[in-house]
């Protein structure tokens, strides 16, 4: 089955840094791979997704890149603010089964 | 459109006991799927029914079990609780999974059972 590998477990940088969280996938046959954000307490949010066939895309300060070929897939936050500080999982959904595996999560704490 | 509901939101229970929660898909929704959320494992899935048969299954002891009902409604039950299965426990809907472009998956806010 699928596995995900996410990193780093925490992070933690200035209000207006940028941060990036990456996860690498096994299965070359996953196609969908979604972002989610938990803010404590709340369910998960899907804030932005990309399919195989692209190879990034972009939505206000967030951004997702694909690299299909190293298994690999990255989260861009610009200009961080504080209410962007949540814990963000990632996920790849394999062909076959269509259910997502999600990476065991990023705590992001963005510092005023 | 209403999102996701579960019910209860908050639950505590005894080892040995067994408990019951619900799911109420987004409307229009046909695929539910469970996951127990824990600090130390992430969102480990569960199971996920479609058109009230159960098409995936996770790596999780026959104490865990679930249905779902023709409105596409699903409960989940555990029985014979442990102290291990405190957790969050949360559903998601989608429309199809498998279906470019309908297979987001959207959350519940999930039940928090405590098994003291």
């Known amino acids: 089955g699928e596995n995900v590998e996410q990193h780093p477990s925490t992070l933690s940088v200035q209000e207006g840094d940028s941060a990036v969280i990456k996860c690498t996938y096994s299965d070359s046959a996953s196609n969908y791979f979604p972002w989610y954000k938990q803010e404590l307490g709340k369910r998960p949010q899907l804030i932005i997704d990309?399919?195989?066939?692209?190879g990034e895309k972009k939505d206000q300060r967030i951004a997702v890149t694909l690299n299909k070929t190293a298994k690999h897939f990255s989260l861009h936050i610009t200009e961080t603010q504080p209410e962007d500080s949540a814990v963000y999982f990632c996920a790849a959904s394999s062909g076959g089964s269509y259910i997502p595996t999600f990476g065991r999560g990023t705590s992001l704490i963005v510092h005023p | 459109k209403a999102g996701v509901t579960q019910t209860p939101r908050y639950l505590i229970k005894t080892r040995g006991q067994q408990v019951t929660l619900s799911c109420s898909p987004i409307s229009g929704h046909r695929s539910v799927s469970w996951y127990q959320q824990t600090p130390g494992q992430g969102l480990q899935f569960l199971f996920e029914?479609?058109?009230?048969?159960?098409?995936n299954k996770g790596n999780f002891p026959g104490r865990f079990s679930g249905r779902q009902f023709s409105n596409s409604r699903s409960e989940m039950n555990v029985s014979t609780l442990e102290l291990g299965d405190s957790a969050l426990y949360l559903c998601?809907?989608?429309?199809?999974?498998?279906?470019?472009?309908?297979?987001?998956?959207?959350f519940g806010p999930g039940t928090r059972l405590t098994v003291l």
């Open positions: 029914y479609f058109s009230e048969t159960q098409r």
């Open positions: 998601a809907s989608s429309p199809e999974p498998g279906l470019a472009g309908t297979d987001t998956q959207y």
């Open positions: 990309i399919r195989s066939n692209v």
